[in-house]
Nanobody, 124 residues
Framework: QGQLTESGGGLVPAGGSLRLSCTTSGSAFKLDGMGWYRRPLGKERELVAGVTMDGGTRYADAVKGRFTISGDSAKNTVYLQMDNLKPEDTGVYLC??????????????????WGQGTQVTVSS
């Protein structure tokens, strides 16, 4: 999926919103298999949201009902709309391409292409 570039991170108070963007370049854009991950300070990287092979979406339990992943093929961009943010959402958010996600199983596999990450900080 070529190069991935994230943007849109920042500092927001609890209850606020942010929209992250990930633009791909250098190869054809493919929305299914795109995913967002995050890495809280001192913790392991974790899946936040992914676009499934059949065009659906899956989310981590901690963000269901608050985050929405979507894409715009004309702009080669995938988004992560984050609403009602909580302090525990703080971390570096990374875009990933070429993964595999399913709605019928919790199994998933991240792809090989990663962005550099964008920092999201939610104050209490």
């Amino acid at each position: 999926q070529g190069q991935l570039t994230e943007s849109g991170g920042g500092l927001v108070p609890a209850g606020g919103s942010l929209r992250l963007s990930c633009t791909t370049s250098g190869s054809a854009f493919k929305l299914d298999g795109m995913g967002w991950y995050r890495r809280p300070l001192g913790k392991e990287r974790e899946l936040v949201a992914g676009v499934t092979m059949d065009g659906g979406t899956r989310y981590a339990d901690a963000v269901k009902g608050r985050f929405t992943i979507s894409g715009d093929s004309a702009k080669n961009t995938v988004y992560l709309q984050m609403d009602n943010l909580k302090p525990e959402d703080t971390g570096v958010y990374l875009c990933n391409a070429g993964g595999k996600y399913f709605t019928s199983t919790r199994y998933f596999r991240a792809g090989d292409s990663w962005g550099q990450g964008t920092q999201v900080t939610v104050s209490s």
